[in-house]
């Protein structure tokens, strides 16, 4: 299991800032899981002995203080984790989609939609899953947040963690007039 130090904390010191996730996080985030995950060698040992990993990618898991994360944020964040790995080592893995989500596809009767297998007929082997919690302080003249964004690679069979990495960010904002 690889557990690495994530990305170096960053602040951000500026009058009226966003302390919240950004689009930059996004990129820094995801680019540091993908790499980290597509290298890691526990998982290539897997894929050696057994092929490409079936991999359900599960919603994200919101434990953030003083926000929320909308669930359409929270799906960009996993969404490229599994784009990036896919771009870089494509062979290693086999996305399955979420079971609920394969069953609102089937819901909608869009004519020509061929969802595909049911979900009983492929069952994913691994879950990648992201935790994102946070601790905030604020007092009259700043605010600040400190992220962690726990991602996870999990065998489903004995629910044993194969790989785990994290992403960590500070950001401070100093109180402005009107703030």
Not at 74 to 82: D, I, K, L
Request: proline share 6%.
């Amino acid at each position: 299991m690889s557990l690495s130090v994530g990305c170096a904390p960053k602040s951000v010191l500026e009058a009226g800032q966003s302390t919240a996730l950004d689009g930059v996080d996004l990129v820094q985030m995801t680019d540091a899981m993908a790499m980290s995950l597509a290298n890691d060698p526990e998982v290539i040992a897997e894929f050696q002995r057994n092929g490409p990993l079936v991999v359900v990618v599960m919603p994200v898991e919101n434990r953030l203080t003083g926000e929320i994360i909308p669930r359409g944020a929270a799906t960009a964040f996993t969404g490229r984790v599994r784009t990036q790995l896919t771009r870089q080592r494509s062979e290693l893995f086999s996305w399955v989609m979420n079971r609920e989500a394969w069953y609102d596809l089937r819901k909608s009767e869009l004519e020509g939609i061929d969802p595909g297998p049911s979900p009983e007929a492929i069952s994913p082997r691994f879950a990648l899953t992201a935790t994102f919690s946070s601790l905030t302080h604020e007092d009259p003249k700043r605010r600040s947040i400190y992220y962690l964004c726990a991602f996870d690679l999990k065998r489903l069979d004995d629910r044993t963690i194969i790989w785990s990495d994290k992403y960590e960010v500070k950001k401070i904002a100093v109180k402005g007039f009107l703030d």
